[in-house]
């Protein structure tokens, strides 16, 4: 009898050779998609909010239906983003077609955020993250990335671009599918 493969984001049975959930898109290997602390506020008087506490801070109907809601450690409100496609995480320093969350005004530049750091880009069952070749590094959930490669990640994971740490939840219906 094969072992049982549990998702540990969404605890679907999966193939036993699978490396990622067919319900959810988390990866079932070699990145921990279990929920990890974020660091400590730099700002609003709070201390060390685990990732659980953070999801707390996210109003769930606000989370548009083809996005994500973007929790920054240190901000007191997360970002609710529409993705198209795909969406840059960076520093916006001339004006470009790309669509960017720019974070610029969040100390990125001293954080080692680089101008287009990484990307969020849509598949079939939610999203992934994608370095962009970044100078100082991306992280999924406490392990950093190979740049150019993408990381499919389930909701509730951290993505840290250089220091600045990032907690990102999607809707994820019941087969898995995102909803549309």
Known sequence: MASENLCPNCKHKNEDAASVCSSCGASL???DTKLVAIAEYTTGGQANVQAADA??????????????AIYIAGEPKPYYVSIGNELILGRQMEATSEVI???????AINMGVSRRHAMI?????????IDLSSRNGTWLNSRQIIPNKPYPFASGSQIQ?????????YHVVANGAQKK
């Open 121 to 129: 880009r849509r598949i079939e069952f939610g999203f992934e993250v």
């Open 29 to 31: 290997e070699g990145i």
């Open 161 to 169: 671009l250089g220091r600045m740490e990032l907690f990102i939840v």
């Open 101 to 107: 969350l720019d974070l610029s005004d969040l100390n």
């Open 55 to 68: 999801a707390a801070f996210m109003d769930d109907p606000l989370i548009p239906e083809d996005g994500v």
